[in-house]
Protein backbone atom coordinates (compact mmCIF):
# COMPACT_ATOMS: atom_id res chain seq x y z
CA UNK A 1 0.00 0.00 0.00
CA UNK A 2 2.75 2.42 1.06
CA UNK A 3 4.20 2.06 -3.05
CA UNK A 4 0.66 2.60 -4.45
CA UNK A 5 0.44 5.95 -2.26
CA UNK A 6 3.48 7.22 -1.71
CA UNK A 7 2.06 10.38 -0.57
CA UNK A 8 0.65 9.03 2.40
CA UNK A 9 1.79 9.22 6.29
CA UNK A 10 2.90 6.22 8.35
CA UNK A 11 0.06 7.35 10.81
CA UNK A 12 -2.40 7.79 8.07
CA UNK A 13 -0.85 4.21 6.71
CA UNK A 14 -1.44 2.48 9.85
CA UNK A 15 -5.34 3.71 10.80
CA UNK A 16 -5.60 2.33 6.99
CA UNK A 17 -4.35 -0.96 7.61
CA UNK A 18 -5.77 -1.68 11.00
CA UNK A 19 -9.03 -0.56 9.76
CA UNK A 20 -8.67 -3.14 7.05
CA UNK A 21 -7.81 -5.30 9.40
CA UNK A 22 -10.87 -4.73 11.31
CA UNK A 23 -12.82 -5.37 8.24
CA UNK A 24 -11.02 -9.01 8.04
CA UNK A 25 -10.23 -7.99 4.51
CA UNK A 26 -6.25 -8.09 5.30
CA UNK A 27 -4.40 -10.53 8.28
CA UNK A 28 -1.13 -9.06 9.67
CA UNK A 29 1.48 -10.98 9.98
CA UNK A 30 4.80 -10.54 12.45
CA UNK A 31 8.01 -12.43 12.53
CA UNK A 32 9.33 -13.76 15.56
CA UNK A 33 13.02 -13.18 14.17
CA UNK A 34 15.38 -10.36 14.33
CA UNK A 35 15.00 -8.03 13.34
CA UNK A 36 10.65 -8.46 13.83
CA UNK A 37 9.41 -7.57 10.10
CA UNK A 38 5.59 -6.88 10.03
CA UNK A 39 3.38 -7.67 6.63
CA UNK A 40 0.27 -7.91 5.61
CA UNK A 41 -1.85 -10.31 3.52
CA UNK A 42 -5.53 -9.82 1.90
CA UNK A 43 -8.04 -12.64 3.16
CA UNK A 44 -10.03 -14.67 1.61
CA UNK A 45 -12.72 -12.16 1.80
CA UNK A 46 -10.05 -9.09 0.97
CA UNK A 47 -8.89 -11.42 -2.39
CA UNK A 48 -12.74 -11.76 -3.38
CA UNK A 49 -13.26 -7.86 -3.00
CA UNK A 50 -9.88 -7.00 -5.43
CA UNK A 51 -11.71 -9.36 -7.68
CA UNK A 52 -14.81 -7.49 -7.84
CA UNK A 53 -13.06 -3.57 -8.06
CA UNK A 54 -10.70 -4.74 -10.89
CA UNK A 55 -13.75 -3.71 -13.43
CA UNK A 56 -13.98 -0.54 -11.76
CA UNK A 57 -10.63 0.35 -11.38
CA UNK A 58 -10.10 -1.01 -15.80
CA UNK A 59 -13.11 1.50 -16.15
CA UNK A 60 -11.42 4.35 -13.87
CA UNK A 61 -8.01 4.05 -16.10
CA UNK A 62 -9.79 4.39 -19.25
CA UNK A 63 -11.51 7.36 -18.99
CA UNK A 64 -9.04 8.95 -16.87
CA UNK A 65 -6.78 8.14 -20.58
CA UNK A 66 -9.86 9.88 -22.27
CA UNK A 67 -10.05 13.20 -20.04
CA UNK A 68 -6.31 13.31 -20.41
CA UNK A 69 -6.84 13.03 -24.36
CA UNK A 70 -9.33 15.49 -24.30
CA UNK A 71 -7.21 18.07 -22.06
CA UNK A 72 -4.31 17.60 -24.81
CA UNK A 73 -6.32 18.40 -27.41
CA UNK A 74 -7.85 21.57 -26.31
Excluded at 9 to 17: E, G, M, V, Y
Excluded at 45 to 66: D, N, S
Aim: aromatic share 4%; no cysteine.
Amino acid sequence: MKRDIEEITPRALSLKLSELSEHELIVKKVSGESPVVISYELTEKGRALATALQPIQQWALEYQKINMEESESK
